[in-house]
T-cell receptor
C-alpha cells in the first residue's frame, strides 16, 4: 500500500541552525502539507502546497519556514534558524482529494 | 474560522466495553468534511474515516461506527467491544473552505483512549 515517508525520523539540532525535513508523498497525490504537533498537544496546520506553490499557510508558518518540491517526488520543509519552541513532531501529508494521508513524522529536538 | 472540540481528554475502559468519543465542530461553510484519525503510541496518524457535510448516513466498519448529526454539529465515534489494541489518541478533524479539495485540516485536541485488559 502506498505511503508517505519522512526522513529522518528524529533530528536533534542546535538553536540557530538550519534544518531540512524531507518527505516523499504518495506518488499520484496532488496536494502536500506540513503539520506539527508539540508534545502532548493538538496537531497544527503549517502549510499546504499545490501546483508548485503554497496554497495556504498558517500564522505559525512565518519567514523562518519555507517549503519546496525540488523534483517530482520530494517535498521539503526548511526551518532557517531553529528556536527552542520549534521542537515538535513534524508530519508531512499528501492527498489526492479530501483524505490526507500522513507520514510517520520527524521528531525535531532543538537544544 | 473553524473549530473542533473534543471535550473528553482521556477515557479509560476495560476490554470489551463499548466506548464513544465525542466531537463537536464549528464552521460557517455549508460544504465541509469531517475526519477521524488514530494516533497509536508509535506516533503516526492513521486515517480512519471521512464524512461529507451533505451525507448524514451513519457508517459502520467492523467494530467502529460513526454518528454524524448536523443538527448538533457532532460527529461521534463509537468503538464496540474495545480491545487493548484500540488504545491510542483519537483526533477528530474538519476540512472546509473554498476549494473542493486540498483544504487544511483543523484538528480537535484529541481523546486519549486507554483500554485495560
Amino acid at each position: 500500500e502506498p505511503e508517505v515517508t519522512q526522513t529522518p525520523s528524529h533530528q536533534v539540532t542546535q538553536m540557530g541552525q538550519e534544518v531540512i525535513l524531507r518527505c516523499v508523498p504518495i506518488s499520484n497525490h496532488l496536494y502536500f502539507y506540513w503539520y506539527r504537533q508539540i508534545l502532548g498537544q493538538k496537531v497544527e496546520f503549517l502549510v499546504s502546497f499545490y501546483n508548485n506553490e503554497i496554497s495556504e499557510k498558517s500564522e505559525i508558518f512565518d519567514d523562518q519556514f519555507s517549503v519546496e518540491r525540488p523534483d517530482g517526488s520530494n517535498f521539503t520543509l526548511k526551518i532557517r534558524s531553529t528556536k527552542l519552541e520549534d521542537s515538535a513532531m513534524y508530519f508531512c501529508a499528501s492527498s489526492l482529494t479530501y483524505e490526507a494521508f500522513f507520514g510517520q513524522g520527524t521528531r525535531l529536538t532543538v537544544v | 474560522a473553524q473549530k473542533v472540540t473534543q471535550a473528553q481528554t482521556e477515557i479509560s475502559v476495560v476490554e470489551k466495553e463499548d466506548v464513544t468519543l465525542d466531537c463537536v465542530y464549528e464552521t460557517r461553510d455549508t460544504t465541509y468534511y469531517l475526519f477521524w484519525y488514530k494516533q497509536p503510541p508509535s506516533g503516526e496518524l492513521v486515517f480512519l474515516i471521512r464524512r461529507n457535510s451533505f451525507d448524514e448516513q451513519n457508517e459502520i466498519s467492523g467494530r467502529y461506527s460513526w454518528n454524524f448529526q448536523k443538527s448538533t454539529s457532532s460527529f461521534n465515534f463509537t468503538i464496540t467491544a474495545s480491545q487493548v489494541v484500540d488504545s491510542a489518541v483519537y483526533f477528530c478533524a474538519l476540512s472546509a473552505g473554498p476549494n473542493n479539495a486540498g483544504n487544511m485540516l483543523t484538528f480537535g485536541g484529541g481523546t486519549r483512549l486507554m483500554v485495560k485488559p
